[in-house]
């Protein structure tokens, strides 16, 4: 099967190569997406990445290339970052990249597209309508989407752009969504779909959890740094933890950066790390004692995601604290610690009694079963191969 995958995807030298540069592009998603094309193609799936360079990412002005790694091919489309010009040059980008490409590989093709790049991957999706080629959505989250202007003063162009992209996402053939939820709001047409909350590296099966021998019991929290996603109440908490010997580290960007350095100001305990690869961050949180994911469950957009930190944290072997998400499937909950409390005093607490009341061996077995569980029911090589077996199943790939 060929599968043209459009999304935002680069290749490892490139993503090193941004870094050197000091650039830092979202890692999260350039993880989902890597871990997802890396398994399709273990799948024997022939794969082409075609990758709009994130916007915020890089210089403005960048030459398109073309790039093979571990037998994917990469096209990058041309970067030109003009206000006014850039929306409309990614779509136009979008569509004859994709005719170009669709003309070469017509048959036996599908393709895949990573659906909050919207302005490229509705090219995209034009070029492949045109084409008959079928497409299917990989939706991770719904910035963008219906209730993106929720707050805001809803102008014509506000109604117009929110109804341009609610019709762009509810017009592939097949999705593969993160929570049952996101099908009532990208998938009103009632395509075939499948849930796919995550999916971990078949890796890391060898990568063990090892806490550093000092005495520190460090918590992780690794994301964006916003007071909607629970960190003000997790610092809070933590600072009424009495404990010396533990320490918070934050890794991440967001608006409560100023507000975390004046936090380490008043106790020391507490560190800032800021956006460092995530090879780096997988290695802390091999060596930390907890993963910590507060994001509050009471905001509407928690029932749209399943964050994929969650599933990087259970794979590192590292016991996970996080709050009862609604998009997290019941299955989990034996495998993490859950924050009930969604306060400063019920992460207090919880802390407390992990770090302080807890035996070691505990934690340690906690962790060990959240990584065998997501290693052997969440790995990429075998989420990927649901994807191939839900396109053929639905008659909206090849055979």
Not at 76 to 100: A, E, Q, V
Not at 165 to 181: C, G, K, P, V
Not at 288 to 304: H, Q, W
Request: aromatic share 10%.
């Amino acid at each position: 099967m060929n599968i043209l995958y459009v999304s935002t995807l680069c290749s490892d030298r490139l993503i090193k190569e941004l870094f050197d540069a000091g650039y830092k592009p979202i890692q999260a998603i350039q993880k989902f997406n890597k871990l997802l094309v890396n398994g399709l193609a273990e799948n024997g799936c022939d794969l082409y990445a075609l990758t709009e360079i994130p916007k915020t990412v890089g210089p403005r002005f960048l030459k398109r290339k073309r790039e093979t790694e571990n037998g994917i091919a990469f096209t990058y489309c041309r970067k030109i970052d003009i206000k006014l010009f850039y929306n409309l040059y990614m779509f136009l980008s979008g569509f004859f990249l994709t005719l170009r490409w669709g003309l070469k590989h017509r048959d036996q093709s599908v393709a895949i597209m990573d659906v909050l790049q919207t302005e490229f991957c509705s090219g995209a999706l034009y070029a492949c309508k045109f084409l008959r080629i079928k497409t299917v959505a990989v939706v991770t989250d719904l910035p963008g989407l219906p209730g993106m202007l929720a707050g805001t003063r809803r102008t014509f162009i506000h109604r117009f752009v929110e109804k341009a992209i609610n019709r762009y996402a509810n017009s592939f053939d097949a999705y593969i969504l993160l929570t049952e939820q996101m099908n009532e709001v990208v998938n009103l047409k009632g395509r075939p779909y499948m849930i796919m909350e995550g999916l971990v590296d078949v890796n890391m099966a060898d990568a063990g959890a090892t806490v550093n021998g000092d005495g520190r019991k460090i918590v992780i929290y690794a994301g964006g740094l916003y007071e909607e996603y629970g960190i003000k109440y997790l610092i809070d908490g933590f600072k009424m933890l009495d404990d010396k010997d533990a320490e918070l580290h934050l890794f991440g960007h967001g608006p409560m950066v100023n507000e975390i350095e004046e936090e380490i100001k008043r106790d020391g305990r507490i560190r800032f790390l800021g956006i460092v690869h995530n090879s780096k961050v997988v290695e802390a949180e091999l060596q930390a004692t907890l993963l910590v994911n507060p994001r509050p469950t009471v905001e509407d957009f928690t029932k749209y995601s399943f964050p994929s930190k969650n599933m990087e944290y259970m794979v590192s072997g590292t016991p996970v604290l996080t709050t009862n998400l609604p998009g997290m499937p019941k299955e989990y909950h034996d495998y993490v610690y859950l924050l009930e409390d969604e306060s400063a005093q019920g992460v207090s607490q919880v802390l407390k009694k992990l770090l302080v009341d807890t035996p070691a061996s505990e934690l340690k077995d906690k962790g060990l079963s959240a990584k065998q569980f997501v290693l052997k029911n969440k790995n990429n090589i075998f989420q990927s191969k649901r994807v191939i077996d839900f396109i053929k199943q639905q008659n909206v790939g090849i055979h």
